[in-house]
């Protein structure tokens, strides 16, 4: 069973942080690039962040200096950290791996003012 879960959604204020989670069963998530995509009601997908097999990320949108993506290979496990959120960060959030054409469910993220 190949499949990606991510965590760590919720609704904060404008300005709090919140740490998302993506963890990998089936594959060995080091072994491809990875991203972090959000899909805004109304919007299309836009990739946040990805990262490479050896460990390099590149941030897209505005989200550099914001947002922190990581990977821990020991638990199979990306992350995003995201500070200084703001109300157009609103959107569903998922890890993806073009590569295979996988994609986990979402975690939903909702920034109040």
Do not use: H
């Not at 703001?86 to 920034?111: H, P």
């Amino acid at each position: 069973d190949v499949r990606l879960v991510e965590s760590g959604g919720g609704m904060v204020e404008f300005g709090e942080s919140l740490t998302l989670s993506c963890t990998a069963t089936g594959i060995t998530i080091s072994n491809y690039p990875m991203s972090w995509v959000r899909k805004a009601l109304g919007k299309g997908p836009e990739r946040v962040s990805r990262i490479n097999s050896a460990g390099n990320v590149q941030y897209y949108l505005d989200s550099k200096g914001r947002f922190t993506m990581s990977r821990d290979n020991a638990k199979n496990t990306l992350y995003l950290q995201m500070d200084n959120l703001r109300t157009e960060d609103t959107a569903l959030y998922y890890c993806a791996s073009e590569a295979i054409g996988l994609t986990g469910q979402g975690t939903q993220v909702t920034v109040s003012t």
